[in-house]
């Protein structure tokens, strides 16, 4: 699962929503630029959902939101 959220990001994706339910998290993807290219990962890993957590922690740390 990390190697396909690395594989989006390194392709001008970014991280545009989580939601979390009985089934894992289901995460938004939008590609930079676009507002219509969007891909979505349901994560069902622990490590994959810390992993993405962790993304999103350390893009907000860098916008200072």
Same mark, same amino acid.
């Given at each position: *699962?990390? =190697?396909?959220?690395?594989? /989006? $990001?390194?392709?001008?994706? &970014?991280?545009?929503? #989580? !939601? *979390?339910? =009985?089934?894992? +998290?289901? &995460?938004? @993807?939008? !590609?930079i630029?676009? #507002? +219509? %290219?969007?891909?979505? /990962? =349901? $994560? $069902? #890993?622990?490590?994959a959902?810390?992993? &993405?957590s962790? /993304?999103? @922690?350390?893009r /907000?740390? %860098? +916008?200072?939101?």
């Amino acid at each position: *699962e990390k =190697q396909k959220i690395d594989a /989006l $990001l390194n392709n001008g994706f &970014v991280i545009a929503g #989580t !939601r *979390e339910d =009985q089934d894992g +998290t289901a &995460v938004r @993807f939008k !590609r930079i630029g676009s #507002t +219509t %290219e969007i891909a979505d /990962l =349901q $994560l $069902l #890993t622990a490590d994959a959902r810390k992993y &993405v957590s962790g /993304l999103i @922690f350390a893009r /907000l740390k %860098e +916008t200072g939101s």
